[in-house]
């Protein structure tokens, strides 16, 4: 069973860097195929694919935030995070870390999902 747990900060003022971490437990993110997701909500909108890291630890970005989004892991910790830099009101959302079993499906649906973190960016 796959589990996924946001961590970070809850409010981050205007500027500055929005840094958040998902710890995985029950699969490695090493593993074949996997991909390691970051979703994002605002509040009355919907979701907003941001990034992901594969098992390989290639990464890819939404173009709209790819200039101010890194995602980044740490195996030894079996953890990925984000980084979204120079935030702003608009940064505001509910941040999602999620995972696909296998890129070789054609779905974009994760498969599993973390709770959600609600990060607040003001001053």
């Known amino acids: 069973q796959v589990r996924l747990q946001e961590s970070g900060p809850g409010l981050v003022k205007p500027s500055q860097t929005l840094s958040l971490t998902c710890t995985v437990s029950?699969?490695?993110?090493?593993?074949?195929?996997?991909?390691w997701v970051w979703i994002r909500q605002p509040p009355g909108k919907g979701l907003e694919w941001m990034g992901v890291?594969?098992?390989?630890?290639?990464?890819h970005y939404s173009s709209s935030l790819k200039s101010r989004t890194s995602i980044s892991r740490d195996t030894s910790k079996n953890q990925f995070s984000l980084q979204l830099s120079s935030v702003t009101p608009e940064d505001t959302a509910v941040y999602y870390c999620?995972?696909?079993?296998?890129?070789?499906?054609?779905?974009?649906?994760?498969?599993?999902w973390g709770q959600g973190t609600q990060v607040t960016v003001s001053s």
């Open positions: 999620a995972a696909r079993r296998s890129i070789l499906v054609p779905t974009t649906t994760p498969d599993y």
């Open positions: 890291i594969t098992s390989d630890g290639a990464t």
């Open positions: 029950g699969d490695s993110i090493t593993t074949d195929y996997h991909a």
